[in-house]
């Protein structure tokens, strides 16, 4: 079975960096401008390890444009290439780049002149655009629209698509990087001080009939996941592809592990993707 490719290129300011972000998401493995001397080996090997291999291609790589129907064609007897061209009105190009302060990667051969260098770009690009599978024209999108659309339409996942990651650990270890919120649960009934309880973790049962038997533990569960059904539907809808929340306890070991696990229980009814990690157990 051949590996599924995506090629995502076109206009600069049209949404590439977005359309990426989107496709990482619904697990695709993602580069983005690779010298063009790379780009076929790169594939070839990523595809020993990958089904799904999103590769985005701008004016950046100018070196890239001279072979580029070859190598096009070459992949394309390759793989199960989908040729994705971003495009957008002059005036919306614009106002992105205003908005973003950032240069256009032709401005100096324009000289400051943002109208001509996206029109210089349009005639570089136009044998991507005739040859592209898919012609995606962005003016009308915000970056949460352009997201959801390209999660539906390319990733295989539904608009509303999230990724629930719960991470148990250890506040004595550090708090974890990259957290969407942070639950502190070293108020509970620790086990660590119950000599029989010790050498268990939050995974087993004596540790779980413990921790879960104090009617704080009870109460505390209950308001997770009522806050959970509230996050969770808003999160979907506003366009959010991943939610991550840490649990901490004090060595990560019991109390916490023991209210991922709950929690992750609980969240199955959301119809989402669920990862438990247990950082320190």
């Given at each position: 079975?051949?590996?599924?490719?995506?090629?995502?290129?076109?206009?600069?300011?049209?949404?590439?960096?977005?359309?990426?972000?989107?496709?990482?998401?619904?697990?695709?493995?993602?580069?983005?401008?690779?010298?063009?001397?790379?780009?076929?080996?790169?594939?070839?090997?990523?595809?020993?390890?990958?089904?799904?291999?999103?590769?985005?291609?701008?004016?950046?790589?100018?070196?890239?444009?001279?072979?580029?129907?070859?190598?096009?064609?070459?992949?394309?007897?390759?793989?199960?290439?989908?040729?994705?061209?971003?495009?957008?009105?002059?005036?919306?190009?614009?106002?992105?780049?205003?908005?973003?302060?950032?240069?256009?990667?032709?401005?100096?051969?324009?000289?400051?002149?943002?109208?001509?260098?996206?029109?210089?770009?349009?005639?570089?690009?136009?044998?991507?655009?005739?040859?592209?599978?898919?012609?995606?024209?962005?003016?009308?999108?915000?970056?949460?629209?352009?997201?959801?659309?390209?999660?539906?339409?390319?990733?295989?996942?539904?608009?509303?698509?999230?990724?629930?990651?719960?991470?148990?650990?250890?506040?004595?270890?550090?708090?974890?990087?990259?957290?969407?919120?942070?639950?502190?649960?070293?108020?509970?009934p620790n086990p660590h001080f119950i000599d029989e309880l010790r050498p268990f973790t939050?995974?087993?049962?004596?540790?779980?009939?413990?921790?879960?038997?104090?009617?704080?533990?009870?109460?505390?569960?209950?308001?997770?996941?009522?806050?959970?059904?509230?996050?969770?539907?808003?999160?979907?809808?506003?366009?959010?592809?991943?939610?991550?929340?840490?649990?901490?306890?004090?060595?990560?070991?019991?109390?916490?592990?023991?209210?991922?696990?709950?929690?992750?229980?609980?969240?199955?009814?959301?119809?989402?993707?669920?990862?438990?990690?247990?950082?320190?157990?």
């Amino acid at each position: 079975m051949k590996s599924s490719l995506v090629i995502v290129t076109g206009l600069s300011g049209a949404g590439k960096t977005v359309t990426l972000r989107a496709l990482e998401d619904a697990d695709y493995f993602c580069v983005d401008n690779l010298p063009s001397s790379l780009i076929y080996e790169f594939i070839k090997l990523t595809a020993l390890s990958s089904e799904k291999i999103a590769v985005g291609i701008d004016i950046r790589e100018k070196s890239f444009l001279k072979d580029i129907d070859k190598v096009i064609k070459k992949l394309r007897d390759a793989y199960s290439l989908n040729l994705v061209y971003l495009e957008a009105e002059t005036d919306i190009i614009i106002r992105r780049y205003k908005e973003t302060r950032r240069p256009h990667p032709l401005s100096k051969a324009a000289k400051g002149n943002i109208e001509k260098a996206i029109s210089m770009e349009q005639k570089m690009l136009t044998f991507l655009r005739d040859e592209a599978d898919s012609i995606i024209d962005t003016s009308a999108f915000t970056p949460h629209g352009l997201r959801q659309y390209i999660t539906a339409s390319l990733g295989g996942l539904s608009a509303d698509y999230l990724k629930f990651t719960i991470i148990s650990f250890g506040f004595k270890f550090g708090i974890p990087q990259h957290l969407d919120m942070l639950l502190d649960v070293r108020f509970l009934p620790n086990p660590h001080f119950i000599d029989e309880l010790r050498p268990f973790t939050g995974l087993d049962e004596p540790v779980k009939k413990y921790i879960f038997g104090s009617a704080v533990t009870a109460e505390y569960i209950a308001k997770i996941e009522d806050l959970m059904d509230f996050l969770i539907p808003m999160y979907k809808k506003e366009g959010k592809s991943s939610f991550t929340l840490g649990v901490g306890c004090t060595g990560g070991r019991h109390r916490s592990p023991a209210i991922v696990e709950r929690a992750a229980e609980f969240s199955k009814k959301y119809d989402i993707s669920i990862e438990v990690i247990h950082r320190d157990m």
